[in-house]
């Protein structure tokens, strides 16, 4: 799930509409209403978040920090005009990147994917990356994953479970937590239990193309990509 913050309705709905379209779960704010969600949300809720994008609005430095003392997903902020000034003050506030307006939203995700990696790896994470010469390639940017340089059509959801499996490769994700990054944590009339029948779906299709399936399902406890 990314959370778009921007005082402007036109520009949340407009970068939501592109999420959608992609099959990215995403939560559009005005600066006041995401202070106060985000200052009470619940850790699983965070969790959930897989990237912040912050418009050009007054206070965006501030709410940068803010998003740093209890997140350490992306933040990339848009820039309506050029600013060598603003820029280093955004990031001096602990955004990740800056980018001019227009952007195509796949650029977005590529950016958010690159980010997480980097961070991760300075914070020491412990999951293995992927081995060289995978058979399996993700792409986290909206394009279908390739198998020995072949492409796997797969639908958005399915596509995107992949990746967040892939992501966190070795660790175990529950249903609930697959589900709050898919179709985000206040979607409305989609029963948790979907994640299930998208998941089996997405292992057989793997398991044709590997010759084994590469995702460890425990019942009552989630699900884990092995490789």
Known sequence: MYVLVDARPSVNSGYKASFDR????????????FTHWFQSSSRVDRE???????GDFEGRAKCATLIRRMSRAP???????????Q??????AGIDDVLPKPVHIREILARSEAIWRRVNAQAGSTREA????????VHFDGRDPEID????????????????LVRNRGKRMTKAQIYNIVYGVYSNGVEES????????????????LG???????????YTFVG
């Open 212 to 222: 084994h399936d590469p995702i460890e399902a425990k019942r009552f406890m989630g």
């Open 75 to 85: 933040i990339i902020a848009l820039s309506d005009v050029r600013s060598l000034d």
């Open 87 to 92: 820029t280093l003050q955004l990031f001096e």
């Open 48 to 54: 959930a978040i897989q990237g912040f994008l912050l």
């Open 22 to 33: 992609e099959g990215i779960s995403s939560l559009g704010l005005d600066p006041q209403e």
């Open 130 to 137: 992927a081995p060289e010469g995978e058979r399996l390639k």
């Open 149 to 164: 340089g072949e492409v796997l059509p797969l639908p958005r959801r399915e596509r995107h479970i992949l990746e967040c």
């Open 194 to 209: 979907v994640i299930e029948g998208h998941v089996s779906k997405l292992r057989k299709k793997l398991s044709q193309r």
